[in-house]
């Protein structure tokens, strides 16, 4: 009598592995990604905060450009801060209390440091505190802005970073990958432009001319008018 084996169908190990997922955890894709979208996000909180503060105090209807970049709605300061956050205080199972003083603390002492980095390599500031009660830090900070800090962190940690993670999961690694590379690397020329032309404007400001072609080319694309529709509300630090 003839017995039939039953065929064993072999497995391929590509059918076996598991698909790779795209930013999984807290690595270098998930921080560039928190990055990308607290820098947006940040530009612009700042620009509906400063159209409602104007338009409450004077009823004037006033758009001012925050970003912090010359090219694309980039305030950095904030993606800096949404990766610190992330990374110090998500997925710990902090209660809303101690994400608060944390991220007030974390923010706020952030805030301090990017501001004296900007005045010591740029010579010029972005923001200025000295009309809130009790500023100090050279006014970079105000008791009312830490304040303020911390609610944006419980709010970035309980609210905008889970939708991050949700908005991840469903981004195929393939695309994502090759998607958030192209977007990085584009602010991260962005970045650099933009801070040699910062530092360019402020020494044509002192009156010094440019020693290297790069510096010409600065001064030509991007003169005093260009640099001043750029950037606003920054002020040179004598």
């Known amino acids: 009598m003839v017995t039939k084996k039953a065929a064993v169908k072999e497995t391929s190990p590509s059918e076996t592995e598991t698909p790779k997922k795209f930013a999984a955890g807290l690595g270098y894709q998930k921080l560039c990604t928190i990055f990308i979208i607290g ?14 503060t104007h338009l409450i105090g004077s009823g004037e209807i006033f758009i001012e450009r925050r970003s912090a970049t010359i090219y ?23 209660k809303w209390w101690q994400l608060f003083i944390r ?3 974390i923010c706020g002492i952030s805030e301090i440091v990017i501001g004296y980095l900007q005045i010591w390599f740029t010579g010029t500031s972005s923001w200025n505190y000295s ?9 970079l900070s105000s008791p009312f802005i830490i304040f303020l800090w911390g609610f944006i962190a419980v709010f970035f940690i309980k609210c905008i970073y889970p939708l991050i ?23 991260v020329i962005d970045m650099l432009l933009s801070f040699s032309a910062v530092v360019r404007w402020n020494f044509r400001h002192q009156g010094n001319p440019p020693l290297t072609p790069y510096g010409q080319f600065l001064d030509t694309v991007y003169p005093d008018n260009r640099m001043k529709s750029a950037y606003p509300n920054m002020e040179f630090v004598e």
């Open 103 to 105: 991220g007030a603390l």
């Open 165 to 187: 993670c949700k908005l991840t999961d469903r981004i195929p690694y393939e695309f994502g990958s090759k998607a958030l590379n192209i977007i990085m690397i584009f602010l």
């Open 72 to 94: 694309g709605p980039f305030s950095v300061i904030y993606g800096i801060g949404a990766v610190i956050l992330a990374k110090c205080l998500a997925e710990r199972g902090l």
């Open 131 to 139: 009309d809130h009660w009790l500023s100090f830090a050279n006014n």
């Open 39 to 52: 820098c947006i996000f940040g530009d612009v909180y700042e620009v509906v905060l400063n159209f409602c």
